[in-house]
């Protein structure tokens, strides 16, 4: 089982920036698929990006693709996602997950909360 820690959520206006961190622990960071996904209040959680082990292969979803960044320090078994130009839509909790494929619905750290004014 792998446990994930993220932390850098806050409150910030449109066009700011944030940038979310994830500690994981419990497994080889290098063993599983790990990503961020986000959830708006009143609507379903959403996939954001995700990064393959080497950090060489990234994928984004539409809504975040030329804003977002997300990379990882293998050496500090840490994700982050830089987020640039922000917007009131980009409000919503955002997770770190591991795994979230496999049959138990993989491993999903407690969220952090990102709050975009306008």
């Known amino acids: 089982q792998v446990q994930l820690v993220e932390s850098g959520g806050g409150l910030v206006q449109a066009g700011g920036s944030l940038r979310l961190s994830c500690v994981a622990s419990?497994?080889?960071?290098?063993?599983?698929?790990i990503g961020w996904f986000r959830q708006a209040p009143g609507k379903e959680r959403e996939f954001v990006a995700t990064?393959?082990?080497?950090?060489?292969?990234?994928y984004y979803a539409d809504s975040v693709k030329g804003r977002f960044t997300i990379s990882r320090d293998n050496a500090k078994n840490t994700l982050y996602l830089q987020m640039n130009s922000l917007k009131p839509d980009d409000t919503a909790v955002y997770y770190c997950?591991?795994?979230?494929?496999?049959?138990?619905?993989?491993?999903w750290g407690q969220g952090t909360q990102v709050t975009v004014s306008s």
């Open positions: 997950a591991a795994d979230w494929s496999s049959g138990d619905g993989g491993s």
């Open positions: 419990g497994r080889a960071f290098s063993s599983f698929t």
């Open positions: 990064i393959n082990w080497s950090g060489g292969s990234t």
